[in-house]
Nanobody
Framework: QVQLVESGGGLVQAGGSLRLDCAPSGRTFSDYAMGWFRQAPGKEREFVAMVSRSGNNTGYAAFVKGRFIISRDNAKNMLSLQMSSLEPEDTAVYYC????????????????????WGQGTQVTVSS
């Protein structure tokens, strides 16, 4: 069992930056590929970013357009999402997720690859 707790959400003006953190507990963090998803009101949950167990392999949704950076620190058991140039369309609840992976390089862009989910943190971007 893995417990995930997100933090760092809040209200920011368009063009601003926020950093989201996800602190896992339970099983060995480095055994899991990690991802960030988001869900806006009235919309389905969508993929944002993913990182492999080693941290060397990452991937992003097309809408990120170089504005977000996903990273992990296995020594500190921490997953982060640095978001910049935020737009009102980025307003959503952001979730971190963990999916067990055999290979160090595996990354998952689909929610089906993830077994554990956090409760989410609200990000609101005002225009």
């Amino acid at each position: 069992q893995v417990q995930l707790v997100e933090s760092g959400g809040g209200l920011v003006q368009a063009g601003g930056s926020l950093r989201l953190d996800c602190a896992p507990s339970g099983r060995t963090f480095s055994d899991y590929a990690m991802g960030w998803f988001r869900q806006a009101p009235g919309k389905e949950r969508e993929f944002v970013a993913m990182v492999s167990r080693s941290g060397n392999n990452t991937g992003y949704a097309a809408f990120v357009k170089g504005r977000f950076i996903i990273s992990r620190d296995n020594a500190k058991n921490m997953l982060s999402l640095q978001m910049s140039s935020l737009e009102p369309e980025d307003t959503a609840v952001y979730y971190c997720a963990a999916g067990r992976a055999v290979r160090l390089s595996t990354i998952y862009s689909s929610a089906s690859g993830y077994e554990y989910w956090g409760q989410g943190t609200q990000v609101t971007v005002s225009s």
